[in-house]
Structures are given as structure tokens and as C-alpha cells.
């Protein structure tokens, strides 16, 4: 069964930068999409970014475009969250997902789940 475990979350400041890392196991990750969510408490998990198997193609939630990249390096079976000028509203739990991610936003996309890394945002 595929492994997934997420790294990287941190308390930082408003504008400040943070790269999440999610490491997969046990599995060929390039036969897999891997999506990116988030999770603020009280709130639903919502779809933050994706990306296709072969890393071909990518997709960003509306308000983190031009502040978050992802990237995927299969030889190293690691997926990368780079997020940028960070906002409060920025603070959540994030969760690395595999699966078919069609269509990306939906968690039911997805049949492998990480444990998550608390990022927070706050002065």
C-alpha cells in the first residue's frame, strides 16, 4: 500500500516562505497524480494544488496562484509545495494525496492519504 508522509509545515510570518515536502513509499509514485490539500479547523479540506503523474500538468486553488508552486521529482518519489508571500489565511493542515486526482479538487479523487504538517501564519 502506498505510503505517503508530509514534511516541512512551520510557524512563520505574514510574507514569509515555506517548502512542503511529501515523500511516497512503497509504490511507483509516477503511476499516480498527487494532489495537495488543506484543512483549517472548523473547516472543510479543501483542494490547494495537483499535479499529473509525469508532472505535465498542474493546477493551483484560485488564491494561492503566483504564491504556491508544485513539483514532483519521481526519482527521488518526493512532491514539493513551495508557497511564497504567505497569508494568515494560509494557515491550515496540509495533506499530500495520491491517487487519479479526477477531478483534482475532490478528496474521493484520491486513494492514499498523508498524515499532514501544521503550517501556521501568523505575526
Known amino acids: 500500500q502506498l505510503q505517503l508522509v508530509e514534511s516541512g509545515g512551520d510557524m512563520v510570518q505574514p510574507g514569509g516562505s515555506l517548502r512542503l515536502s511529501c515523500v511516497v513509499s512503497?509504490?511507483?509514485?509516477?503511476?499516480?497524480?498527487i494532489g495537495w490539500f488543506r484543512q483549517a479547523p472548523g473547516k472543510e479540506r479543501e483542494a490547494v494544488s495537483y499535479?499529473?503523474?509525469?508532472?505535465?500538468?498542474?493546477y493551483y486553488k484560485d488564491s494561492v496562484k503566483g504564491r504556491f508552486t508544485i513539483s514532483r521529482d519521481n526519482a527521488k518519489n518526493t512532491v514539493y509545495l513551495q508557497m511564497n508571500s504567505l497569508k494568515s489565511e494560509d494557515t491550515a493542515r496540509y495533506y499530500c494525496?495520491?491517487?487519479?486526482?479526477?477531478?483534482?479538487?475532490?478528496?474521493?479523487?484520491?486513494?492514499?492519504w498523508g498524515q499532514g504538517t501544521q503550517v501556521t501564519v501568523s505575526s
Open positions: 494525496a495520491a491517487g487519479r486526482g479526477v477531478p483534482w479538487t475532490m478528496t474521493w479523487a484520491y486513494d492514499y
Open positions: 512503497k509504490l511507483r509514485m509516477e503511476d499516480y497524480a
Open positions: 499535479i499529473k503523474n509525469d508532472g505535465a500538468s498542474t
